[in-house]
């Protein structure tokens, strides 16, 4: 079972106010379960996360519950609070619902009167600097940047939010994986056709080739699954 990092979360105590919120908390836990921080299974600890951001135990219970709410996390009765664990179902759920929302994000970013490409520029940048120097968690991270920078031509606040939540729960997929070029390099290079259709405003072309994308990626990732459990 993974431990928690606490010291992680110092670097994030800044970000609160001296009143910081259940909300804002929970964006705090959200975010680090996104980078890969705290991987499914990890016990998310009361006092040291409390001591870590400086927040009550009243704050962080509603934090929870929030993320219990977005199904990032469980409660286990008598045992405390979990970075949950997901089943094949899950999966195919997560890959349903993004292939709706982020396929459907770049057949609304051609009605748009413009758009800002860079974010999405930046977080294939950051892939291939990661993958350069075979951080591969690194490149994880930055392939979930890559595609809620996608959701977010949309334009559509209520669509990047929904998938800041599902790229969350995305993470949590990671942990089937193996942390090796040979998984990450061909979706980094799937990264890169993906940005140049879109540099070229071929909108169409790039939804079917993110379509065909997740889809590779969902039965790879069952069948990862699979065999972590037989």
Request: include cysteine; proline fraction near 1%.
């Given at each position: 079972m993974a431990s928690l990092d606490a010291a992680r979360l110092q670097e994030d105590r800044e970000l609160l106010e001296r009143s910081g919120t259940a909300e804002r908390v929970a964006a705090i836990l959200r975010q680090r379960i996104t980078e890969g921080d705290f991987p499914p299974g990890t016990r998310l600890a009361e006092p040291a996360i409390s001591a870590a951001l400086g927040v009550?135990?009243?704050?962080?219970?509603?934090?929870?519950?929030?993320?219990?709410?977005?199904r990032l996390a469980v409660h286990e009765l008598n045992r405390g609070v979990f970075?949950?664990?997901?089943?094949?179902?899950?999966?195919?759920?997560?890959?349903?619902?993004?292939?709706?929302?982020?396929?459907g994000a770049l057949r609304r970013a051609a009605e748009r009167a413009s758009l800002d490409l860079s974010p999405v520029q930046a977080a294939l940048a950051d892939g291939q600097s990661a993958a350069a120097a075979e951080e591969w968690r690194a490149v994880g991270t930055a392939s979930?940047?890559?595609?809620?920078?996608?959701?977010?031509?949309?334009g559509?606040?209520?669509v990047s939010e929904?998938?800041?939540?599902?790229?969350?729960?995305?993470?949590?997929?990671?942990?089937?994986?193996?942390?090796?070029?040979?998984?990450?390099?061909?979706?980094?290079?799937?990264?890169?056709?993906?940005?140049?259709?879109?540099?070229?405003?071929?909108f169409t072309e790039a939804a079917d080739?993110?379509?065909?994308?997740?889809?590779?990626?969902?039965?790879?990732?069952?069948?990862a699954y699979a065999r972590a459990d037989p």
């Open positions: 009550s135990r009243n704050t962080l219970r509603e934090s929870f519950q929030l993320l219990a709410h977005e970075v949950r664990e997901l089943t094949a179902d899950d999966i195919e759920d997560l890959y349903a619902i993004r292939r709706i929302v982020e396929c979930i940047h890559f595609h809620q920078a996608l959701a977010d031509l949309a559509s606040h209520r929904t998938m800041r939540q599902v790229l969350a729960e995305t993470r949590l997929v990671f942990v089937f994986t193996e942390n090796t070029r040979a998984f990450f390099e061909p979706y980094l290079n799937r990264h890169a056709r993906i940005l140049k259709q879109l540099e070229r405003a071929r080739a993110l379509d065909a994308y997740l889809r590779e990626a969902e039965t790879q990732l069952l069948a």
